[in-house]
């Protein structure tokens, strides 16, 4: 490796100078950085490739990953619809139906996303159907970028209509009721305004069909704080406007309201600080929330529109044990899926909010949609877990019993493998689960090649999710681990905060302790271990490798947040200041990121575990410039003769709409890295 040049680049924070002499990094325009990436792309391709367990741990990945895949339908307008892919496909295809019998054979083709481009780095992120079932408004994303460029065809002549909005980025498309036209949210163009503003002022407009976007009608904006962001939704019945405010990831939301014919000012609903809300129907004036205002693990609540302060409110649903993770209204009842102990269960409540009926699901697993109607007594849901493939299912909530709607069929013996789960203890004594899943008869000897994996951050839960790549790894003698650290919505808001500013060092002692538990209980040893955790969770086999690298056999960071002292400057990273902390600004939040942050912690002398750091050349939410950053200095300090490699895709981003060749030829590279580095 050509050894790189180092800038003198030092900074003062809070009274301690640091070094960043790899800066020149975060500029991907820099004639130095393409070279850097071209090199480290050739390595690392020759390391990988020069594997002979590749062909064939991709060749059986490939076979895998060929059956049928549907999603649970969605009815509006008189017809279900659902994404289909026959196996192979770059990207789904969305298909019609008006009968229940919903497969290809019997419906109607929509849109063919994988006629976007030629090799399926278009992908369609979000579709919206208007009330009259006439128009289809969607968003298509772009080689995984997160910005998003809507458009609207006719359902009936399958032809595009002139509209074209561009720079959205995570909106909704809510339909007027007379299908006129559609909200949605937008920022600056990027070239109006100073690169950090790029993903500011954010704004809602309304779109009416056969327009130009300059004409569009501003709903609302913030002028005196450009940090907040808005997202729109109208009632089912026509009725009602609500707004979703924001200033971060870790914020909550606060939900603004108005009558949607009357033209008055909207004003805030619901206006707790830091809790999270979401409108789930109505019944003329009497407004449905799940929330978590007063209740950890959330709740179901009535507001009157017409009586709406909070002292009126009424609990429907209460909390209980376990998390309220998502709720639909279907005929007169709540159809709730909880998260008990990390996985997942489905029950139902009269609109009294009495429990009619707790569901029997296959086993251990994750609810991965909920779909359904308030004027139909049918919904649908998709289920999965580590050793169960997406399955929809059916339930008459008049009959609540759960049919197969439809299930896939494939070339793998599920009966021979077996998933559990373990409850360990990390370091301050908090008892944390983890699944763990493996050939059945597996002999604790301390020798078996194992992969654990997890996130612990953001209040996302790390749910049992059916992956082909995971089964060829226990097909081939491996055990897959996953731990459901502090930092996710496991337990509800507490779990959250317990791993969030400055207890994040608790995710990482969770980690460590998952670790040490497989170690200690002889599933596998340190050599036999590897790690791997994308985006936050890159973070976190980041650090966790640095903290103790005596614990682990190979170490996979993709698409990591590496440099906690300058995040937020780089696109969307300013939102996650609530989760993780703003360094440059507050020294106290200096003093507790200092210590964990990858890019600071890298050690001379240090004998570091094998390493590939993935990320992808357009990712706008973490930016190439961490893994580019880690790279160079990991590689600069690496003393010995264990490989450290960066993996940089093109054609993708953060992992939105990942088309399925890049997707098996990624998998590949990471079982066949982890193959090579525990059985070397």
């Known amino acids: 490796m050509k050894k790189l040049r180092m800038d003198n680049v030092i900074e003062n924070y809070h009274g301690t100078n640091i070094a960043d002499p790899f800066r020149w990094l975060e500029d991907p325009q820099n004639q130095e950085t393409i070279n850097f990436i071209d090199n480290q792309l050739q390595e690392t391709r020759e390391f990988l490739d020069n594997n002979s367990n590749r062909v064939a741990i991709k060749e059986r990945i490939t076979e895998l990953w060929n059956y049928e895949k549907f999603s649970a339908p969605y009815k509006k307008a008189g017809y279900y619809y659902f994404s289909y892919n026959d196996g192979m496909k770059n990207q789904p295809l ?24 030629n090799d399926g780095t278009k992908a369609l992120s979000l579709y919206s159907i208007s009330p009259n079932g006439k128009y289809m408004a969607y968003c298509v994303s772009n080689s995984g970028s997160d910005w998003q460029t809507i458009k609207v065809m006719s359902l009936d002549t399958k032809e595009l209509l002139p509209d074209t909005i ?12 007379d299908s006129s036209g559609f909200m949605y949210s937008r920022y600056p163009n990027p070239a109006t305004v100073a690169p950090e503003d790029s993903s500011r002022f954010n704004k809602v407009y309304l779109h009416k069909l056969n327009t130009e976007q300059q004409a569009d009608n501003l709903v609302i904006e913030d002028v005196k704080d450009k940090n907040k962001s808005f997202r729109p939704q109208i009632s089912e019945d026509g009725q009602y406007l609500f707004m979703y405010v924001a200033k971060g990831s870790a914020s909550g939301n606060m939900i603004y309201c108005r009558k949607l014919a009357e033209n008055t000012e909207i004003k805030p609903l619901i206006a707790v600080e830091k809790t999270i809300s979401s409108f789930l129907g109505n019944d003329e004036n009497i407004l449905y929330f799940l929330t978590n205002i007063n209740a950890p693990r959330f709740k179901v609540i009535a507001i009157d529109y017409n009586n709406p302060e909070q002292e009126y409110w009424r609990d429907i649903v209460a909390e209980g044990l376990d998390v309220i993770d998502n709720v639909i209204m279907i005929k007169d009842h709540f159809v709730t899926a909880t998260l008990h102990d990390a996985y997942y269960q489905i029950i139902i409540y009269n609109k009294l909010g009495q429990l009619i009926k707790r569901l029997d699901l296959p086993t251990l697993g994750a609810i991965t ?8 007594n049918i919904f649908y849901f998709s289920f999965s877990s ?26 793998f013996n599920f009966e021979s493998y077996e998933t559990y789960q373990v409850f360990y203890e990390s370091k301050d004594g908090t008892k944390i689960p983890m699944f763990i899943s493996h050939k059945k008869g597996l002999i604790k000897d301390s020798n078996n090649p194992t992969f654990l994996y997890s996130y612990g951050g953001f209040n996302v839960p790390r749910i049992p999710e059916f992956k082909v790549p ?14 459901n650290l502090r930092g996710g919505s496991e337990y509800g808001e507490q779990w959250h905060e317990a791993g969030m500013l400055e207890k994040k060092q608790n995710v990482f002692n969770d980690f460590i302790s998952a670790a040490e538990y497989l170690i200690a209980e002889k599933y596998t040893s340190p050599k036999k271990l590897a790690i791997k955790g994308r985006s936050n969770g890159g973070l976190l086999t980041a650090a966790c490798m640095l903290q103790r690298p005596d614990l682990y056999g190979a170490v996979i960071s993709q698409v990591p947040v590496i440099d906690m002292l300058r995040y937020h400057k780089f696109t969307v990273g300013r939102f996650w200041i609530p989760e993780y902390g703003d360094a440059e600004n507050n020294a106290e939040h200096f003093r507790f990121m200092y210590p964990y942050s990858p890019l600071h912690n890298v050690r001379f002398g240090t004998v570091y575990p094998p390493l590939m750091i993935m990320t992808a050349k357009t990712d706008d939410r973490v930016v190439p410039a961490h893994s580019l950053k880690f790279a160079a200095t990991m590689q600069t300090v690496n003393l010995g003769n264990n490989p450290i490699l960066l993996r940089v895709e093109f054609g993708a981003g953060h992992g939105l709409g990942k088309p399925t060749h890049l997707l098996i030829n990624e998998q590949s590279d990471v079982y066949a890295f982890i193959d090579k580095m525990l059985n070397s």
């Not at 949609?369 to 139909?376: I, P, R, V």
């Not at 339930?395 to 494939?410: I, L, T, Y």
């Open 166 to 177: 561009e720079w959205s980025k995570f909106t909704p498309l809510p339909w007027l009721p």
């Open 386 to 411: 580590y050793l169960y493939p997406n399955t929809v299912f059916k339930v008459d909530v008049e009959n609540p019993v759960v049919k197969v709607q439809w299930k896939p069929k494939m070339n």
């Open 369 to 376: 949609a909920l779909s359904g109607k308030s004027d139909s």
């Open 470 to 483: 995971d089964l060829v790894w226990m097909e081939r003698g491996g055990i897959f681990a996953v731990a």
């Open 94 to 117: 969305l298909y019609r139906s008006k009968g229940l019998d919903i497969h290809p054979t019997n419906a109607e083709l929509v849109l063919d996303p994988n006629s976007f481009s």
